[in-house]
C-alpha cells in the first residue's frame, strides 16, 4: 500500500519542480530538462547515472530556499515528510526520481536498484530520502534494511529523520534494528515518525539490556529511551 494517493504524488512533484525553478538558475535548469529527455527516452540506466553524479556540479551544495507554505502542503500530503535542511542537489535528485516512467516495473526497479549499487553517500542520501515517493513502496524494503546498518551519518539521517517509509513498510525486527541504531549512534530519535506508535515489547526488551549495559559502564542514556520501555 502506498503512502500516498498518485494525485498527492503529482502535487508534491509539481511543487518540487516550483522550488527547483525558484533555486535554480536558469541556465542550469536547461540542462537538467535536457538530460532528463535523455534519461525518459533509454531503456538502460545510462543516462540516468550520468545525470545523478553530475547533478551536484550543476547544482552547488546550498540549501534549498523553502516556504512555509509549501512545507504545509507537503506535510498535509505526506505527514511527517519535510524538505526542511535539504540541499538543491538532493531537491533535484529526488524529483528526477519522481519523474522516471513508471509503467514498465521490470524497468523502473532495475534502473532505481543500480543507482543503489553505484552512489557515493549524497546519491544514497537522496534516493533513500525518495523512498516514501517512489512507486512499488514495497519493492525497497530490503533498500531500506541495507541502509540502516550504513554507518555513515548522513545516510542514516535520511531514513531515519523526517522519513514515513520505515515506520509504515519495515517488519517490527528491521524497526526495532533502526530505533537501537539510532540510539547507539545518538541520532535525535525526535525526528523519527512513528516512534511511539510503533513501541513493542522485543523493543523494550532490547533497550532494557541496552540500558542496563550502557549504566555498567559509567555511559549516559537518552532520557527518549524510557519512554519506549513498554
Known amino acids: 500500500m502506498s ?14 519542480l516550483v522550488m527547483i525553478k525558484r533555486n535554480l538558475k536558469a541556465d542550469a535548469f536547461v540542462w537538467l530538462e535536457s538530460k532528463l529527455d535523455a534519461v525518459n527516452s533509454e531503456d538502460n ?7 545523478f553524479a553530475q547533478i551536484s556540479r550543476f547544482t552547488g551544495k546550498q540549501e534549498v530556499n523553502l516556504e512555509a507554505a509549501e512545507l504545509a502542503v507537503i506535510n498535509a500530503l ?25 509503467e514498465d516495473k521490470i524497468s ?5 536498484n543500480e543507482l543503489f549499487e553505484s552512489a557515493e553517500m549524497n546519491e544514497q542520501v537522496a534516493l533513500y530520502s525518495a523512498l516514501p515517493v517512489l512507486a512499488y513502496p514495497e519493492e525497497w524494503i530490503f533498500r531500506c534494511e541495507e541502509g540502516i546498518r550504513s554507518n555513515i551519518g548522513l545516510v542514516l539521517e535520511a531514513i531515519m529523520y523526517h522519513n514515513p517509509y520505515p515506520a509504515h513498510f519495515l517488519s517490527e525486527a528491521a524497526w526495532n534494528q533502526m530505533v537501537l541504531k539510532a540510539f547507539f549512534t545518538e541520532k535525535n530519535v525526535n525526528h523519527i515518525i512513528g516512534l511511539q506508535e510503533r513501541a513493542n515489547a522485543r523493543l523494550a526488551a532490547t533497550l532494557k539490556d541496552y540500558i542496563d549495559e550502557r549504566l555498567a559502564a559509567h555511559r ?10 513498554v
Open 3 to 16: 503512502l500516498i494517493t498518485t494525485k498527492g504524488k503529482k502535487e508534491i512533484e509539481d511543487l518540487l
Open 45 to 51: 540506466s545510462f543516462q540516468l547515472r550520468m545525470l
Open 78 to 102: 505526506l505527514p511527517g515528510y519535510t524538505l526542511q535542511g535539504w540541499t538543491l542537489e538532493r531537491l533535484c535528485r529526488v524529483w528526477i526520481l519522481m519523474q522516471l516512467p513508471q
Open 108 to 112: 523502473y526497479l532495475k534502473k532505481i
Open 220 to 229: 549516559t542514556v537518552s532520557e527518549e529511551i524510557y519512554k519506549l520501555l
